[in-house]
């Protein structure tokens, strides 16, 4: 069975760090790009970041370049999310999601993501809840 798992969200203050995995099974991981996503409340999903398994690109978002981090261990095949300097505007549910096509989803990061472009990607998980207090 294919998997995407996110992990590692919870509550945390303002300027805060945490650290979200998203661990991949069932898929050739080194064939995919896998992106991060969020949604806040009331709002629609957002591409906060991708990378690419093969190369290492990565691309984020101008809303949290310098303060999130994407990185892959292709031996665990999961990739990380860390986040520092956290926001109260950083709160909102955190999925990840995988697609073959790398110039897909790194076009979608940085913009508001329909949700039929989100289901359209080969592989997505449940999202884990962020929540960042001021």
């Known amino acids: 069975d294919v998997q995407l798992q996110a992990s590692g969200g919870g509550l945390v203050q303002a300027g805060g760090s945490l650290r979200l995995s998203c661990a991949a099974s069932g898929f050739t991981f080194d064939d995919y790009a896998i992106g991060w996503f969020r949604q806040a409340p009331g709002k629609e999903r957002e591409g906060v970041s991708c990378i690419s398994s093969s190369d290492g690109s990565t691309y984020y978002a101008d809303s949290v370049k310098g303060r999130f981090t994407i990185s892959s261990d292709n031996a665990k095949n999961t990739v990380y999310l860390q986040m520092n300097s956290l926001k109260p505007e950083d709160t909102a549910v955190y999925y990840c999601?995988?697609?073959?096509?790398?110039?897909?989803?790194?076009?979608?990061?940085?913009?508001?993501?329909?949700?039929?472009?989100?289901?359209?990607?080969?592989?997505w998980g449940k999202g884990t809840q962020v929540t960042v207090s001021s």
């Open positions: 999601a995988a697609d073959r096509d790398e110039g897909f989803i790194s076009s979608i990061v940085g913009f508001i993501v329909p949700k039929n472009y989100f289901y359209g990607m080969d592989y």
